[in-house]
């Protein structure tokens, strides 16, 4: 499809493992975004990647959450050693950048339960 | 003060009716407003933006009160589709022209027969 892709959708871990989420945005756009949310909770910032530039890792919870982003295009969000209050679901969205009126395409989600 | 509070409802409505939210934020600074509709476990999706001028689409006005330092959607004529959690967000002036959107927690709304 053209929208954003994340996976996996759901993903069931024990606590103390490691996850990786995958999110391939939108062909084209240069900007890409990582937030959570929890139960009853809003959208919590993770990490922004624009262009080639240093990514924006002021909303990472700790040292435990990591992104990259491979070629300008697919991200990965690793969450080591993970622990229950990690249980979210992790939205992926993507922009055109520098033309970004504002408007963020977000992917459905994974969703992530850690036992 | 949080940087955007949100009354999270839910507000329960009948069909018809009119109904607004307000979203509150904390940096008079902020620039770039928007509303954001949220399905049940579904992904937000842009609603609309919020001009100084304010601006209407349809049955939905959105408006921006800098000296109180909130934004507002007013839903007329409810539908039953209307039923979602909206939500606000800004872009922080930290952030420039680009990055990060802010985002309120939500408010529920409920459209009852």
Not at chain 1, 11 to 35: F, M, N, Q
Not at chain 2, 58 to 71: D, E, M, V, W
Not at chain 2, 87 to 96: D, M
Request: glycine content about 10%; charged content about 20%; proline content about 5%.
């Amino acid at each position: 499809g053209a929208g954003v892709s994340q996976s996996p959708s759901n993903k069931v871990t024990e606590k103390g493992k490691d996850v990786e989420l995958r999110c391939d945005p939108i062909s084209g756009h240069t900007a890409l975004y990582w937030y959570r949310q929890s139960l009853g909770q809003g959208l919590e910032f993770l990490i922004y990647f624009q262009g080639n530039s240093a990514p924006d890792k002021s909303g990472l919870p700790s040292d435990r959450f990591s992104a990259e982003r491979t070629g300008g295009s697919v991200s990965t969000l690793t969450i080591q050693r993970t622990q229950q209050e990690d249980s979210a679901v992790y939205l992926c969205a993507s922009s055109p950048g520098l033309t970004n009126t504002g408007e963020l395409f977000f992917g459905e989600g994974s969703r992530l339960t850690v036992l | 003060r949080k940087e955007v509070e949100q009354d999270p409802g839910p507000f329960n409505v009948p069909e018809g009716a009119t109904v607004a939210f307000n979203c509150t934020y904390s940096n008079s600074a902020s620039q770039s407003f928007f509303w954001y509709r949220q399905d049940c476990r579904k992904e937000p999706k842009l609603l609309m933006s919020v001009y100084s001028s304010g601006n209407e689409d349809g049955r939905f006005t959105a408006q921006l009160n800098r000296a109180s330092q909130y934004i507002s959607l007013l839903i007329r004529d409810s539908k039953l589709s209307d039923s979602a959690t909206y939500l606000c967000a800004f872009k922080p002036p930290y952030g420039g022209s680009q990055g990060n959107l802010i985002f309120g927690k939500g408010t529920k709304l409920s459209v009852k027969p």
